[in-house]
């Protein structure tokens, strides 16, 4: 299961609910992308949600 390796958020299960309520399972996948950033001394290839990306690019 791919997960943002700052925040930790990951997919979680829930419920697609039709019209007539008729229920089924769905995920809800977070949206993540996979940038280079330092780490320490080192250029690392990390994944991140794009919440966590744009926080981080105000700071720098």
Do not use: Q, Y
Not at 7 to 20: L, Q
Not at 29 to 37: D, E, M, Q, S, T
Request: net charge positive; proline share 2%.
């Amino acid at each position: 299961m791919a997960k943002c390796d700052i925040c930790g958020k990951h997919s979680i299960t829930g419920s697609r609910i039709s019209h007539s309520h008729k229920v089924n399972k769905r995920w809800f996948r977070p949206n993540l992308h996979k940038v280079r950033a330092r780490v320490g001394n080192r250029v690392k290839r990390i994944t991140v949600c794009t919440k966590c990306l744009r926080r981080v690019e105000k700071v720098v």
